[in-house]
């Protein structure tokens, strides 16, 4: 099992950076594949980023890559989120998300979530 704490969101003005972190908790947290999401108020969760459990491969969506950056460090049970060049639609809350099999975009395959932290990206 593993718990997932967020932090690192805050307001910043268009073409801006931030970079958020996923702290774990847990003896295992090297064995599991972390994913970043977002959710914008009257949307539903999407996918960001994610990494394997051995830092192998990440994956993006789209709308971020180039932007954005996904990495871990097991040895601090932790996993970033470097957010370059933002943009409004960037807002949204951020989630960091866990699961021992899967990684991919699908946010129902993870077993574990953080309470998230908001991101406002200012035009």
């Known amino acids: 099992q593993v718990q997932l704490v967020e932090s690192g969101g805050g307001l910043v003005q268009t073409g801006g950076s931030l970079s958020l972190l996923c702290a774990a908790s847990g003896r295992t947290f090297s064995h599991y594949n972390m994913g970043w999401f977002r959710q914008a108020p009257g949307k539903e969760r999407e996918f960001v980023a994610t990494i394997t459990w051995s830092s192998t491969s990440t994956y993006y969506a789209d709308s971020v890559k180039g932007r954005f950056t996904i990495s871990r460090d097991n040895a601090k049970n932790t996993v970033y989120l470097q957010m370059n060049s933002l943009k409004p639609d960037d807002t949204a809350v951020y989630y960091c998300?866990?699961?021992?099999?899967?990684?991919?975009?699908?946010?129902?395959?993870?077993?574990?979530w953080g309470q998230g932290t908001q991101v406002t990206v200012s035009s």
């Open positions: 998300a866990a699961d021992l099999h899967y990684v991919g975009p699908d946010p129902r395959n993870y077993g574990y």
